[in-house]
Structures are given as C-alpha cells and as structure tokens.
C-alpha cells in the first residue's frame, strides 16, 4: 500500500508541473481567456473555424466578434440609401477633357534681357515747369551686358513745339510782368542702367503679366536758348547747348517677350542761361543804346534748372527669342 501511495504522489507531483507548460502552449483565443474547445466546439478546437483559414475567410470572427466585408463604408453607404447622390466617376470623360497648362512654382524668367537690344521710342512730356511746356519725342537705345546692367543712349526733340502755359500768360498779363521763358531744341545723353526688381502679377484670371522696375542715370547735352520776353524788340537768343546730368526710375511691363510698355520719369539737370529782367539805359561810347549790346540781355550766373520728364512709350527688345541654356 505504501508503495501505491507513493506512486500516486509522484504522479500527482508531476501533474501539477506539467499543468503550466500545457496552458502556455494554447493558441490564442479569446481575450478573456476562454477557448473554443472549451465551449465544446470540437471544429475550433481542431482548427476548422472560420476565423483563419476557414471557408468564411474575411468573414471571420475578430476580437469583438463577427465583422462586416469592407464596402467601402460610408460613400457605399449614400449610394444604397440614395442612387442619385452616389459619386458617378467616367474615366473617359475625364481623359477628354481639357487640362490647363503645368504651372511650376519657380519658373524661368519669362522676360530676359541680357544680350539683347532695347529700342525704346517714347513721348515726354515736362512735369515741373508751369510756365512753359516742351513736350517731344524721344528714343531711347539699350544693351544689355547682363539681366541686370545695361548701356546705352537716349536722345529727345523739342524744337517747334515748346509752348507758353495759360497760366504764365495770364500772370503776366494781370501783374504787367514777364517772366524769364527757356526753350528747349534737343537733348541727347549716354546712360547706365540698372535693373533691381521685376516680378510679375495677374491681369483678371487669364492674363499673367510680367514687369521690372529700373534706375537710371548718365550724362549728356542740351540745348537751350532764352524766350525773350523782356524785351523782344531788342533782344534776339540763339540755341546753344550745355553740359546736363539725369538720372530717373522707371518700369516694363511685358505683353509678349520681346515687346512692352515703358513709363519713365527722368530728371535732366543742368545750368541754364536766363534773360536779364532789367533793360539797359544810356548809350555807349559810340552812341549805340545800351539796350541792343547783347552782353547786357543775360544774367550775370547761370540758373541751376531741373527739367522733370515723364516719358511714356513702348520697348522692343531684339532678338525677339532666345534658348534657356538650363532646363526648368
């Protein structure tokens, strides 16, 4: 009998050993701990279910259950409930229709400049002088060294055309005065110009225009003459010219790549002659007037003169193409 006992309790002894081992080398089940076999389902014991490999795969059971196919969930949704509100997608259609054009965020200057002409005709026109205008043409020639830096000339004309302002006329006539009046014949300066800025901007929703913003400045001549006004009976002037300065500040804006609208405002600056307001009395030593000796008709100095220009016109840039020498 002793030895039945012992046997038992060795059996027992590596019953409870062994328990732990077993219940570590379950499959996974339910999170809860319970298995199939334990709820008397020989099938999922064996592993006939249908939650992996089954005849019910992707219809098996999850972690919480049965589970619905994946149909697409809400958008299926709208479609049973109401067929007219469902998306209605035509792949045909949509490769027929029309596709703008690619638009990159960082694009190739549209509007280059370096190594080409500019051929600028324009008209201006004086701002600053309210007693006489001398509006005229202009033209103005460019070449560009680099995108930014270009030389170049520029010339105007003024003869026949300067006129006397409403305003001059009617002051001298209440105030029983003249005033000192210059004409101008022509201008013609050499020039450096710098570009600094250029972008562009949109025009409505189908136009993209592109422009640049640029300083200029150089040195030249003018010729001038005073308008006798004082004493016209007497006092005859001739044009001559004088050395000027200007510098000014303009802007492009490009239709095409070759052609745009050029508005510029130009300050030439220079020493002008003015007519002696006073007239000489007596006579000289050879009983001429004082008043015909030509010497007497001019001030003493010279007058520092801006004429302010504003000039409008357009800009023709030659050649009118050009090859990018990097792609986009």
């Keep these: 009998m002793a030895r039945h006992h012992a046997t038992a309790g060795l059996l027992l002894g590596l019953a409870l050993i062994c328990a732990p081992l077993a219940a570590h080398a379950q499959p996974k089940g339910d999170p809860k701990g319970a298995s199939s076999d334990e709820k008397g389902d020989p099938k999922a014991a064996a592993g006939e279910g249908e939650g992996e490999g089954g005849e019910g795969e992707g219809e098996g059971e999850g972690p919480e259950g049965p589970t619905e196919p994946d149909d697409g969930g809400g958008l299926a949704e709208i479609c049973k409930i109401d067929p007219d509100a469902c998306p209605k997608f035509d792949p045909k259609t949509q490769a027929e229709r029309e596709v703008d054009e690619e638009k990159y965020a960082v694009q190739q200057i549209y509007f280059l400049r370096a190594g080409r002409f500019e051929i600028n005709p324009y008209w201006g026109l004086t701002m ?3 007693f006489v ?6 033209v103005a020639f ?9 030389v170049g000339a520029n010339a105007n004309v003024y003869a026949g055309l300067n006129s006397e302002s409403d305003f001059n006329f009617e002051t001298g006539a209440a105030a029983r005065i003249g005033l000192p009046l210059t004409e101008y014949q022509w201008n013609a300066n050499a020039n450096f110009t710098y570009v600094p800025a250029y972008g562009k901007f949109a025009g409505g929703s189908e ?16 010729s001038t003459r005073p308008r006798a006004v004082i004493d016209p009976d007497n006092r005859v002037f001739s044009f001559e010219p004088t050395v000027t300065f200007g510098a000014g500040i303009g802007t492009r804006i490009a239709f095409t ?7 510029e405002i130009r300050d030439y600056i220079f ?4 007519e002696n307001p006073t007239i000489a009395t007596g006579f000289d030593a050879a009983g001429k007037p004082r008043s015909q ?7 003493d100095s010279r007058q520092f003169t801006n004429n302010v220009q504003a ?4 800009s023709l840039f030659l050649p009118p193409t050009w090859d990018y020498t990097q792609p986009k």
């Design 311 to 314: 000039q409008l016109g357009l």
């Design 207 to 222: 136009f993209i225009f592109h422009y640049d913003l640029y300083v200029t400045a150089g040195v030249g001549a003018i």
């Design 293 to 299: 000796d030509d010497t007497t008709w001019l001030q």
């Design 257 to 263: 790549r070759f052609l745009a609208v050029v508005l």
């Design 128 to 130: 600053n002088d309210q």
């Design 271 to 274: 020493f002008d002659r003015i």
């Design 133 to 138: 205008a001398h509006p005229g043409p202009g």
């Design 142 to 150: 460019n070449y560009y060294i680099t995108n930014a830096i270009a």
